[in-house]
């Protein structure tokens, strides 16, 4: 399998429930990342790993907890959220090049659909 | 601070016709500029990027952008669009100066009518 891998692809869950997102990597990155997509709303950074380090969180609630054991996969713990934490959730990777500046270029995984009641 | 406008919410063309999706950023750096394509149900998926060098980039699909620093902006175009392009087109923003971290705008989304 290539690519950025999310699982799973919907998920509803009610405000008391804990539940967890996965992101799979095969690309060989280091940098892997969580965004928020919300109707009508600009995509919003959630989280940023590097080198399994998290090195961003953008004033994200607790309620959001990620977690990520190797640089090939990257979790997001779910507790106590509330219905409009209701989006697509991406996750994406990047392997920064160091020869053009450091720009990044992130791959996409297709996201996980979260309906919270 | 950083900013990415994309100016049309929406933009309907015929099937056939050229299409040109508007972009502007705010920076206090030298930009690194891209365009990602979302399918329904999809994550995104990148169409093109521009780092340095020659404004005019090519990318996927057919698609191309040019970069013109005076007036802070990076359209995409493509002269003859299909009705498989129907999607949302996002831009982003990046810079070494900013930790790389990419600032997107809030989208376009395309409807082809044939």
């Known amino acids: 399998e290539t690519g950025v891998t999310q699982t799973p692809r919907h998920l509803v869950m009610g405000m008391t429930n804990k539940k967890s997102l996965k992101c799979e990597q095969h690309?060989?990155?280091?940098?892997m990342y969580w965004y928020k997509q919300s109707a009508k709303k600009p995509l919003e950074l959630m989280f940023v790993y590097n080198f399994k380090e998290q090195t961003e969180n953008n004033s994200v609630p607790s309620r959001f907890s990620p977690e990520c054991p190797n640089s090939s996969h990257l979790f997001l713990h779910l507790h106590t959220l509330q219905p409009e934490d209701s989006a697509l959730y991406l996750c994406?990777?990047?392997?920064?090049?160091?020869?053009?500046?450091?720009?990044?270029?992130?791959?996409f995984g297709a996201g996980s659909r979260l309906t919270v009641l | 601070a950083q900013s990415v406008t994309q100016p049309d919410i929406h933009i309907t063309v015929s099937e056939g016709a050229s299409l040109e999706l508007r972009c502007n950023y705010s920076y206090g750096a030298t930009p690194y500029l891209f365009w990602y394509v979302q399918s329904p149900g999809q994550g995104l998926q990148l169409l093109l990027k521009?780092?340095?060098?020659?404004?005019l980039v090519q990318g996927i699909k057919g698609f191309e952008a040019e970069f013109k620093r005076s007036q802070s902006s990076f359209n995409l175009r493509k002269p003859s669009v299909h009705w498989s392009d129907a999607a949302e087109y996002f831009c982003?923003?990046?810079?070494?100066?900013?930790?790389?971290?990419?600032?997107f705008g809030a989208g376009t989304i395309l409807r082809v009518k044939s």
């Open positions: 690309l060989g990155h280091n940098a």
């Open positions: 521009y780092f340095s060098g020659d404004t």
């Open positions: 982003a923003v990046g810079a070494k100066e900013y930790g790389n971290k990419l600032v």
């Open positions: 994406a990777s990047s392997q920064p090049r160091q020869g053009l500046g450091g720009a990044n270029v992130l791959t």
